[in-house]
């Protein structure tokens, strides 16, 4: 009984790539006892979550049998947009002055255009727009190769 689940398991497509991340976890934890710590769990989480975010978006085309090369470019759409609009009513934005006037917090502050939480939300409203005309436009193939349009 358990030799015939080990073999359906090791039949999974997703079972040498489990395996890496397994023995990658094991090493580095014999490096660094350290590595699955509280705090180096969540800043792992904290500075890669905009990739995963794409990662997962990616890996839902290619579980439909597609491949979008889009995500990167949406994904840097969506970053040029929020400082265009945190920059809005400036020549440039300046995270930090010299001379009389005062040196900015965050960049938030530094700007007479939006708000941090409207120009990161306007840019998303805006990447969900552009992404799903995309999309809609491969699914309902709008155009003879999907390359194309990505």
Known sequence: MMGKLLQSVVRLSGFPITVAVVVLVVVNLMMNPLFLSKSTVSSIFFNYSPLIIATLAQSLVLVGGGIDLSVGGIVSLVNALVIVFLAAGREFLVVARIGNIDVCKSIGEC????????????????????????????????????????
């Open 111 to 150: 700007s007479d255009g939006f708000s941090l939480w409207w120009a990161v939300t306007l840019a998303l409203v805006i990447g969900v727009l552009v992404g799903g005309i995309n999309g809609v436009a491969t699914g309902e193939k709008l155009c003879s190769h999907s390359t194309a349009l990505t």
